[in-house]
C-alpha cells in the first residue's frame, strides 16, 4: 500500500534518447509535483500540478513536460536526453495547492537516472 | 529571488541535542519546512512554521523568526536513526514556489 510509487527506480540511457518517468499516488491527493536532486543533493521543484493547473519552474528546459491523465498520475517526459539530465528525480504529491497554508508533501522513492 | 543557507555537516553525539540553523532570504514568505532524507531514500516532511515562535513535536521542534529571516530544527535524545540531512524549505508568499536549501548532513556518534 505504497503512497507515492514511481517507476522505474532506475533509468540508464544514451544522450539523445527520450524517456518518461511514471508516478502515481493513492493519498487522493489533488495536486502532484516532480523534484530535480542532483548530485549535490539540492533539490529543485521543477512542476506543481493540480487540477489541470500547471505551475512550471522557469529554470526547466522545454525538453521536460509533465503529462496528467488523471488526478492520481502525474509522468514526466523529458526529450532529447542530455549528460545534465543525470539525477534523482522525486515525485511528491499534496492535498491542496502549494500555497495551501499547511502543505505537507509526500515524497515517492525516487527515479535515479544516469545519463551516459 | 531565493537564498537558503544551512551547514553543510555537522556531528553529535547519542543522547544529545542538536541544533540546525537555516537562514533565508526570500522575495516573499508563506511558510517554512524541515524535511528529513536519510541516504538513498525520500524527504519525509518533520515540521512547518508560518508564524514566529517555536513548534514542538516529540522530539523534534522548529523555530522561527520572520524579522531575522531565521529558523532552526532542534532535535531532542539524538539516536543513531537521526543520521540524515535535513532540509529547510521555503514557500513564497504566491506559494508557487518552494525552494529547498541545500541540506545539513547530521552524524550521530555512539
Known amino acids: 500500500d505504497t503512497a507515492v510509487s514511481q517507476t522505474p527506480k532506475y533509468l540508464v540511457t544514451q544522450m539523445g534518447n527520450d524517456k518518461s518517468i511514471k508516478c502515481e499516488q493513492n493519498l487522493g491527493h489533488d495536486t502532484m509535483y516532480w523534484y530535480k536532486q542532483d548530485s549535490k543533493k539540492f533539490l529543485k521543484i521543477m512542476f506543481s500540478?493540480?487540477?489541470?493547473?500547471?505551475?512550471i519552474n522557469e529554470t526547466v528546459p522545454n525538453r521536460f513536460s509533465p503529462k496528467s491523465p488523471d488526478k492520481a498520475h502525474l509522468n514526466l517526459h523529458i526529450n532529447s536526453l542530455e549528460l545534465g539530465d543525470s539525477a534523482v528525480y522525486f515525485c511528491?504529491?499534496?492535498?491542496?495547492?502549494?500555497?495551501?497554508?499547511?502543505?505537507?508533501?509526500?515524497f515517492g522513492p525516487g527515479t535515479r537516472l544516469t545519463v551516459l | 529571488g531565493q537564498n537558503i543557507d544551512q551547514p553543510t555537516e555537522m556531528t553529535a553525539t547519542e543522547g544529545a541535542i542538536v541544533q540546525i540553523n537555516c537562514t533565508y532570504q526570500?522575495?516573499?514568505?508563506?511558510?517554512l519546512f524541515w524535511y528529513q532524507q536519510h541516504a538513498g531514500e525520500a524527504p519525509t516532511f518533520l515540521s512547518y512554521n508560518v508564524l514566529d515562535g517555536l513548534e514542538e513535536k516529540g522530539r523534534f521542534s522548529s523555530f522561527l523568526s520572520r524579522s531575522k529571516g531565521y529558523s532552526y530544527l532542534l532535535l531532542k535524545e539524538l539516536q543513531m536513526k537521526d543520521s540524515a540531512s535535513y532540509l529547510c524549505?521555503?514557500?513564497?508568499?504566491?506559494?508557487?514556489?518552494?525552494?529547498f536549501g541545500p541540506g545539513t548532513r547530521l552524524s550521530v556518534l555512539p
Open positions: 526570500t522575495s516573499g514568505f508563506n511558510g
Open positions: 524549505a521555503v514557500r513564497d508568499n504566491y506559494g508557487q514556489n518552494f525552494v
Open positions: 511528491a504529491s499534496s492535498q491542496g495547492r502549494l500555497s495551501r497554508s499547511y502543505n505537507e508533501q509526500f
Open positions: 500540478y493540480n487540477n489541470k493547473e500547471l505551475i
